[in-house]
């Protein structure tokens, strides 16, 4: 039985389907996924200078890689996320395919209704704010349901018309153990594009 940490288990997914570049700008909410890099040889850490900038990175390696496989690029919680706007808007309208992978602050510290500006440290709804311009925008808060969500996520990215996924991972989740042998992965259905 295979246990390991939910962020190098991201990690571990894209570098699997052929990722050999992500894009990224470290922030504290986003930590345990740039540290599982450390831990992957199939899978380079290109650290760019601003969010927007991994973004469009990001896209384009999807554009080099003739869109069989899509750009990765990871930021923090709230302006960093923000950050993605652009870009995502970029290859939704483009249909190119790409993974825009924020941290987000703890899941108690988010806050308990819309009435509330944040509790946490830039708690964003980048989740909310990236629907419009992306197949799907998810935040992860079951670690279990980790290998099912990665392949929905790649599966809607790639198929029909490709386009962009964001996925919100709170820094508690990404901490969190998974039991490898125990996930359930997604099946695709003929609707699901």
């Given at each position: 039985m295979a246990k390991i940490k939910l962020a190098d288990y991201i990690i571990n997914f894209y570098a699997d389907i052929g990722v050999d570049k992500i894009f990224v700008v470290y922030g504290a909410a986003n930590g345990d996924l740039i540290d599982a890099f450390s831990r992957n040889k199939k899978t380079d850490y290109v650290a760019v200078l601003h969010e927007q900038a991994g973004g469009f990175?990001?896209?384009?390696?999807?554009?080099?890689?003739?869109?069989?496989?899509?750009?990765?690029?990871?930021?923090?919680?709230?302006?960093?996320?923000?950050?993605?706007?652009?870009?995502?808007?970029?290859?939704?309208?483009?249909?190119?395919?790409?993974?825009?992978?924020t941290g987000q602050i703890k899941t108690q510290f988010l806050r308990p209704d819309e009435k509330v500006r944040q509790i946490g440290f830039q708690e964003t709804d980048i989740v909310g704010i990236t629907k419009p311009i992306t197949k799907k925008s998810i935040m992860i808060t079951d670690a279990k349901k980790i290998k099912y969500e990665l392949e929905h996520c790649y599966h809607l990215c790639m198929s029909g018309r490709p386009g962009p996924i964001l996925l919100d991972v709170p820094m508690d989740i990404q901490k969190k153990y998974v039991e490898t042998n125990k996930l359930k992965g997604f099946k695709p259905k003929k609707d699901d594009i």
């Open positions: 990175a990001a896209e384009g390696y999807a554009k080099v890689k003739g869109n069989k496989i899509p750009g990765v690029a990871i930021a923090t919680s709230g302006p960093g996320g923000m950050n993605f706007v652009t870009p995502a808007g970029n290859c939704f309208y483009d249909s190119v395919p790409a993974i825009f992978i």
